[in-house]
């Protein structure tokens, strides 16, 4: 038999979990809609600039001869580089980034600088158009 106003009911349990599942279609919504706003890159550049930014990490831990949390503070701004308007000024902002490494750094910034030719500066990301 079916008691009113106790809460244990399956009527009164129905409505729970109607609006359980209101919420999950909302959530859904959400993330749909979240998903029409979305940032685009070009793929294929990320890659190339993570692997870019890894070598350059472990290339940083051989001259410090250290891991990468005990290396000191040494910025590398690979779109800073690209800025600049010759391999001498580049080079030249390289050095300067380096002056505290103890071992010869000539062959990391040739490399570097070898690596980041056809290099895209990334770009403020996109917004998708709907």
Do not use: N
């Amino acid at each position: 038999m079916i008691q009113s106003g106790s809460g244990s009911s399956w009527e009164d349990s129905a409505p729970v979990a109607t609006t359980a599942a209101a919420g999950q279609v909302q959530q859904q919504q959400r993330r749909h809609q979240q998903g029409k706003v979305t940032v685009k890159y070009d793929r294929k550049e990320l890659r190339k600039r993570l692997v870019l930014e890894e070598w350059i990490v472990e290339q940083l831990g051989q001259l410090y001869g250290c891991e990468e949390e005990e290396m000191p503070d040494v910025e590398i701004d690979i779109d800073d580089l690209l800025d600049a308007d010759s391999d001498e000024e580049r080079a030249s902002k390289l050095q300067e980034a380096l002056v505290d490494c103890y071992k010869p750094t000539e062959e990391f910034i040739k490399e570097l600088l070898s690596r980041i030719r056809g290099t895209r500066k990334l770009s403020p990301p996109q917004k998708k158009r709907v």
